[in-house]
Nanobody, 127 residues
Framework: QVQLVESGGGLVQAGGSLRLSCAAS????????MAWFRQAPGKEREFVAAVSRSGASISYVDSVKGRFTISRDNAKNTVYLQMNSLKPEDTAVYYC????????????????????WGQGTQVTVSS
């Protein structure tokens, strides 16, 4: 059974930092793109960041560029999202996602390309 388990969310003041982790089990994701999405109340799920299988290619949504860093440790089957300079508008449930097959890099921001999702971790940024 494939599982993605996120951790590291919480409540932080604006300007603070959090590091999210996504641990995968039941499948090795080292050969696949991995991504983070987020969903705020009343809004659609939004792409945040993606990392290629080697880590050589990375993509971010414009609103987090320069503040968030995605990385992965394939030996641990784990993906991370370091979030710095957090803003109230970053408040959302953050989800880790992985595919069942290869994804074209031009499609990494599309939620329907991913087959496996974690349960989500809440990030709340107070002003």
């Amino acid at each position: 059974q494939v599982q993605l388990v996120e951790s590291g969310g919480g409540l932080v003041q604006a300007g603070g930092s959090l590091r999210l982790s996504c641990a995968a089990s039941g499948r090795t994701f080292s050969s696949y793109v991995m991504a983070w999405f987020r969903q705020a109340p009343g809004k659609e799920r939004e792409f945040v960041a993606a990392v290629s299988r080697s880590g050589a290619s990375i993509s971010y949504v414009d609103s987090v560029k320069g503040r968030f860093t995605i990385s992965r440790d394939n030996a641990k089957n784990t993906v991370y999202l370091q979030m710095n300079s957090l803003k109230p508008e970053d408040t959302a449930v953050y989800y880790c996602a992985g595919p069942s097959k290869g994804i074209s890099w031009s499609q990494v921001q599309l939620p329907h390309e991913y087959d496996y999702w974690g349960q989500g971790t809440q990030v709340t940024v107070s002003s």
